[in-house]
């Protein structure tokens, strides 16, 4: 389990406290830090100064209480009461309040309280933002690994020391959020209310993009979950959300190329629906051929698609060949996926045979071809 980070007393905090108790008591109230030294203060003039009744409070953990007499022959002391300010067993500092200490005693008793209540919160807030930072920076390390750059190891032991075993199975899970007035903190926390195993990572690493390193334990698939975080997002916040999942990963270089499949998932996958979730295995085959130079394509393109390209109706032509060939060069599945009858589906596979001088039922040149239309597609 993560550590608490040990608790500071700072001087904005104590501002903050000595101020509004002052004001809501209408007795001045001081807070020192472990040296005695005055950090708040509802009476400006004393900040930073020595309160020499806290040395003796400090020392034994007792409250002291002074007179008038017994307050005049201290430095920096004015008659009232001081007590610790004691946190998981640890003295950080006095809380004292001004006036008859007979009177002020119940109020001391009730500032020292609340002041130890007010720490103890900004310790854990503290402590949660850090430990948000930590995770961010993480994921970031995780995404933007180059091994020739750090070493993995190190890495992996950030990872254990926030309680994340880098080694077991996750996916990487990207989000590309429409702008708009969203805030980190909602978007981040309803992702989290889907993602919210122990073992998945949610960070945001730049504005409208978050990402996801789920681990692989449950029943539903990444995509079913990434609906689901989709469908809260838009209901709760009205957004549009694009979603893209790379593949499984067991170390951090792996995890890094399931981050950089699931962004090129994003920008490969067709747009067109106000949720659309692309997974990188349906892109194997957009993705290699993202890769060939511009050049290169333009001429595969031109020497398969050449023959029917002015056609008035290429664009219908494109259709079905891709239609047919991820239909298995089915022409029942091929006219349902276009739907149409298999007659018009025998006309066009016809016509592209006699424009372009091959038969489009051979695999072979019908795969050609598809590769083609992808091509021109993209």
């Known amino acids: 389990m993560h550590?608490?980070?040990?608790?500071?007393l700072t001087s904005e905090l104590a501002g903050e406290i000595a101020d509004e108790t002052t004001r809501i008591l209408g007795h001045n109230v001081l807070i020192t830090?472990?040296?005695?030294?005055?950090?708040?203060?509802?009476?400006?003039?004393?900040?930073?100064t020595v309160h020499e009744a806290s040395v003796a409070v400090l020392q034994t953990g007792a409250a002291a209480s002074h007179d008038a007499k017994q307050a005049s022959a201290l430095v920096g002391v004015r008659p009232g009461i001081t007590m610790p300010i004691v946190l998981d067993g640890a003295i950080v500092g006095t809380v004292g309040i001004t006036g008859p200490p007979a009177q002020v005693v119940k109020l001391g008793r009730l500032v020292q309280r609340q002041t130890e209540i007010l720490l103890r919160e900004s310790q854990f807030q503290r402590t949660r933002l850090l430990r948000a930072n930590r995770l961010n920076q993480l994921v970031r390390d995780i995404v933007e690994f180059d091994p020739r750059l750090?070493?993995?190891?190190?890495?992996?032991?950030?990872?254990?020391?926030?309680?994340?075993?880098?080694?077991?199975?996750?996916?990487a899970i990207v989000f590309e959020v429409q702008p708009g007035p969203v805030s980190y903190p909602s978007s981040v926390r309803?992702?989290?209310?889907?993602f919210g195993a122990r073992m998945d990572l949610v960070a945001e690493l730049a504005t409208g993009r978050y990402v996801v390193l789920h681990h692989l334990s449950?029943?539903?698939?990444?995509?079913?979950?990434?609906?689901r975080t989709a469908d809260l997002l838009g209901e709760r916040h009205g957004i549009t959300v694009r979603v893209g999942i790379g593949e499984v990963g067991t170390d951090v270089a792996a995890l890094a190329d399931s981050y950089a499949d699931a962004v090129t998932a994003l920008?490969?996958?067709?747009?067109?629906t106000a949720i659309a979730i692309h997974e990188i295995d349906d892109l194997r085959v957009a993705q290699v051929l993202d890769s060939v130079s511009n050049q290169a394509r333009e001429?595969?393109?031109?020497?398969?698609?050449?023959?029917?390209a002015g056609e008035n109706d290429f664009a219908v032509l494109r259709a079905t060949l891709v239609a047919w060939c991820e239909s298995g060069c089915n022409l029942v599945t091929t006219a349902h996926l276009l739907n149409i009858h298999r007659n018009t589906v025998i006309y066009r596979l016809d016509k592209i045979s006699r424009l372009t001088g091959r038969d489009v039922r051979e695999p072979r040149v019908a795969v050609a071809l598809y590769l083609a239309c992808l091509m021109a597609g993209g």
């Open 299 to 308: 001429r595969f393109t031109h020497s398969q698609l050449a023959p029917i």
């Open 218 to 227: 449950g029943a539903d698939s990444p995509r079913d979950r990434a609906r």
């Open 3 to 8: 550590k608490m980070e040990p608790v500071v």
């Open 190 to 194: 309803a992702i989290g209310e889907i």
């Open 267 to 272: 920008r490969l996958g067709p747009a067109g």
């Open 33 to 48: 830090d472990a040296n005695a030294q005055v950090i708040g203060s509802g009476d400006p003039s004393r900040i930073g």
């Open 150 to 171: 750090v070493d993995e190891q190190i890495i992996r032991a950030s990872a254990v020391d926030l309680g994340y075993d880098l080694t077991r199975p996750r996916v």
